[in-house]
């Protein structure tokens, strides 16, 4: 059997007095789409951020593992060490460079994967100029997968809304993940934008043989795009299953959606 490529034991996360994570498991295995839901505050997010190095988790163990490679503890480790390990994330507000082209903004995805250091920047020796080279031809490809080449020259901050999101899948993209973790990609999109992101997200998955966790609030796109779902309430999980398990799950309905008893 094929070893996780995220595996998440007891995680907790304090701030001062607040627990904002409390013993939390979640295991993804390669190829799935996994979702976590919950209502605002659940801490979704600090989740996000406990697993790719924005925050240090107070208790627990999250370890990685490359489909094919071993697992690797990621407790303590720099973001941009658990990029280049292959999880790239996006974020719930997007964060692209507004003054940069587009093409520049997915160029940056690729630092994580280039080797020229100062020298050889200085120099411009061969071996330099060839991988910026295959940097600007990956990253205008990837561009072309998401729909973006004839945005290639703009300014990111002259994108329309639902194009600036797709370039930040592309830019995550760009560092060659195994995991992409999406932090509220639909948020702000039209029912249209949201069908073609759910098919986007479908096309990814198969194209790259990625594994994908996202967190989303627009729960036709959780239903019908997830394998599993993961929901939390007050830092905790609460459910986890397929989609239909959790969509039956009394403890899910009453803190997620919002239902109550009826006598």
Known sequence: MSEPVLKVRSLSRNFGG????NDVDLDIMPGEIVALIGPNGAGKTTFFNCVTGIYVPTEGEV???RPGGQPVRLNGMKPFRITGLGLARTFQNIRLFPSMT??????????????????????????TR??????VDRAYALLDDLHLAAYWNEEASNL???????????????????????DEPAAGMNPQETL???DLVLDLRDRFHLAVLLIEHDMG?????????????????????TPEQVSRNPEVIRAYLGETDHA
Request: with cysteine; net charge positive.
């Open 102 to 127: 587009v093409l520049e903004n997915v160029m940056v995805g690729r630092h994580c994967r280039t080797h020229a250091g100062i020298l050889g920047a200085i120099a411009r020796d061969s071996s």
């Open 18 to 21: 607040l627990r904002a994570l």
């Open 160 to 182: 329309p809304y639902g194009a600036q999101r797709r370039l930040e899948i592309a830019r995550a993209l760009a560092t060659d993940p195994f995991l992409l973790l999406l």
């Open 130 to 135: 060839r991988e910026e080279q295959e940097s």
């Open 196 to 198: 073609e992101l759910k």
């Open 221 to 241: 796109m959780v239903m019908s795009l997830s394998d599993r779902v993961y929901v939390m309430e007050y830092g905790s999980r609460i459910a986890a299953g």
């Open 63 to 65: 370890t990685a593992c």
